[in-house]
T-cell receptor
Framework: TQLLEQSPQFLSIQEGENLTVYCNSS?????LQWYRQEPGEGPVLLVT?????EVKKLKRLTFQFGDARKDSSLHITAAQPGDTGLYLC???????????FGAGTILRVKS | SAVISQKPSRDICQRGTSLTIQCQVD?????MFWYRQQPGQSLTLIAT?????????ESGFVIDKFPISRPNLTFSTLTVSNMSPEDSSIYLC??????????FGPGTRLTVT
């Protein structure tokens, strides 16, 4: 059973379009992290959200943590080819616990 | 954030042999983790490498197949023993920072023929 349901699994869009990736669970997480991974490299941490309802922005990327801390979303505005990669969400049930990873979203942005 | 390096970056090995992957962190860390990842897919935790004690393995992974060493707070090794083609994967080392954030090495791409 996947504790973190991530969707969509694959997304292919044109440069300039907007997109949203979702991460949902029936469990409460103390924190949730988003990673981006390019081929041949390890995942790179983008953001950590810890407070219910929290919104964080990183240039064209907006991350939101649900009020109940069971879900999160990543929204990319005006996607660029450089955004192409594998996006992973990962949650920790309690501080210090091991991370639970979503299945990942492969994003391809075509120019 | 911690800077993590891994060696080798990739290898092609024959079935039945073993490969040891090294992970070096640029600062002392309490928790180090080893993950496996199929290309384009999510990460599966193999074990937590504990300094001064035996590693803690996840369900489906055993010490005889994936022995782990953690001689100090900056270094760990993962050995993939008696390899089969099913072991072909990317193996990632990871550490956890003080704020709970987790950082990853560049990975070791293993192909078993």
């Amino acid at each position: 059973t996947q504790l973190l349901e991530q969707s969509p699994q694959f997304l292919s869009i044109q440069e300039g379009e907007n997109l949203t990736v979702y991460c949902n669970s029936s469990s409460v997480f103390s924190s949730l992290q988003w990673y981006r991974q390019e081929p041949g490299e390890g995942p790179v941490l983008l953001v950590t959200v810890v407070t219910g309802g929290e919104v964080k922005k990183l240039k064209r990327l907006t991350f939101q943590f649900g009020d109940a801390r069971k879900d999160s979303s990543l929204h990319i505005t005006a996607a660029q080819p450089g955004d192409t990669g594998l996006y992973l969400c990962a949650g920790a049930r309690e501080y210090g616990n091991k991370l639970v990873f979503g299945a990942g979203t492969i994003l391809r942005v075509k120019s | 954030s911690a800077v993590i390096s891994q060696k080798p970056s990739r290898d092609i090995c024959q079935r039945g042999t073993s490969l040891t992957i090294q992970c070096q962190v640029d600062s002392q860390v309490t928790m180090m983790f080893w993950y496996r990842q199929q290309p384009g897919q999510s990460l599966t935790l193999i074990a937590t490498a504990n300094q001064g004690s035996e590693a803690t393995y996840e369900s489906g992974f055993v010490i005889d197949k994936f022995p782990i060493s953690r001689p100090n707070l900056t270094f760990s090794t993962l050995t993939v023993s008696n390899m089969s083609p099913e072991d072909s994967s990317i193996y990632l080392c990871s550490t956890r920072g003080g704020g709970g954030q987790q950082y990853f090495g560049p990975g070791t791409r293993l192909t078993v023929t």
